[in-house]
């Protein structure tokens, strides 16, 4: 069983993605190619993934590679990416993971607030650059 879950509300225009305990790059690519298969899935939509329960240590190869590989279907996350975590070492994966994301010319936000995290994702692409007060910008 995947440790990733995801649910696509087309009236919201947003993909919900849930990580449940110990997720790998495998898991990850997983997910990904499963939600782009997906009928419902759409270029623009957002996303909001809950990282909050994630227990991760990833070797920096493998955040390079699952950066590599998310910017390469850039066509399919056109929408803005928003990260919700806590703690000091999944922020730190995360912020890896967003600085090489938005290098891809990805729009990735880190936040430790679901609110401040959706707010943002509800926020005209213009005005996502300004951020908001519980995120960390990548």
């Known amino acids: 069983m995947n440790p990733l879950s995801y649910r696509i509300s087309e009236e919201e225009k947003i993909c919900y993605v849930t990580a449940h305990g110990r997720i790998t790059l495998r898991s990850c690519i997983d997910l990904m190619e499963e939600s782009v298969r997906d009928p419902k899935t759409k270029p623009g939509y957002r996303v909001l993934v809950d990282l ?13 590679n699952l950066t590599t590989y998310v910017t390469a279907k850039k066509d399919y996350f056109t929408g803005k990416i928003a990260l919700v975590t ?18 891809g010319g990805m729009k990735v936000k880190r936040f430790s607030d679901m609110d401040e995290a959706g707010k943002w994702l509800d926020e005209p692409a213009v005005n996502s650059i300004i951020g908001a007060q519980n995120s960390s910008d990548c």
């Open 52 to 64: 909050r329960k994630m227990k991760y240590a990833p070797e920096s190869y493998e955040i390079s």
């Open 86 to 103: 806590t703690g000091y070492r999944n922020g730190f994966i995360v912020d890896m993971f967003c600085f090489g994301a938005t290098l």
